[in-house]
């Protein structure tokens, strides 16, 4: 009988470890889970819309020459500053002042004319309306993500977003529109950043010679 009971604990105490050892396994394999693609990128996306402010700097490359510019961005409003061209977006109208031309012009943009105004909106959009996967090239500690347009008329022929696989923080974003790539490298993220309401209107008393043609 003593036999008995000391071989019946033994099988109850080996049945508790193994179903212990199939929770921590399981357990394991969550925490470690792979993320897929469209998971990494709407993380991405998360980052900028979740942030009351955001402030970046970056290189733009394109048509082989590479400028330096500034993002910052409070929900559905920002403010873009480039060499070339400067933007700014109220939340209603997007002014983009041309210093070649001297001109300013005022729309109310089409969702795409937000994106060319914008990099960061790409990776905002979380890549709704693509097809994801994750690149052949891989790098160290970063996520790179190809996106691929389901609408063939979009303009666009391929996203390619870099992301840090600790902040989730966007490093490099190349958009390929079939007839030119423009690679935005970004050189500083922050987010939570007080921005006052001015940093997203069009800075008049800046530039008074400035033509304005308004467009709305």
């Known amino acids: 009988m003593m036999v008995s009971r000391f071989l019946q604990n033994i099988s109850k105490r080996s049945i508790i470890l193994g179903l212990l050892f199939a929770i921590f396994a399981i357990a394991g394999q969550e925490a470690f889970a792979q993320l897929t693609a469209r998971q990494v990128a709407q993380k991405a996306a998360s980052v900028i819309s979740s942030s009351k402010g955001l402030a970046a700097g970056f290189t733009l490359t394109a048509n082989g020459q590479t400028s330096k510019g500034t993002i910052k961005s409070s929900g559905s409003k920002f403010s873009v500053l480039l060499p070339q061209v400067s933007s700014w977006y109220d939340g209603k109208a997007l002014y983009t002042y041309n210093p070649r031309t001297s001109e300013t012009t005022i729309i109310e943009p089409t969702a795409q004319e937000m994106l060319e105004s914008n990099p960061l909106l790409y990776v905002k959009g ?3 309306g693509f097809n994801y996967s994750f ?3 891989q790098k160290n500690g970063k996520y790179v993500v190809e996106l691929l347009p ?12 870099t992301i840090n696989k600790s902040t989730f923080h966007p490093e490099k974003i190349e958009i390929d529109g079939g007839g030119m790539t423009s690679v ?3 050189t500083s993220f922050k987010t939570g950043v007080s921005l006052p309401a001015g940093a997203f209107a069009y800075p008049r008393s800046k530039y008074p010679n400035v033509e304005i043609v308004d467009l709305r």
Request: glycine share 14%.
């Open 126 to 128: 979380g890549g709704n």
């Open 135 to 137: 690149s052949k090239i």
């Open 150 to 161: 389901r609408n063939k008329r979009s303009g666009l022929k391929k996203l390619i977003f």
């Open 184 to 186: 935005v490298n970004v």
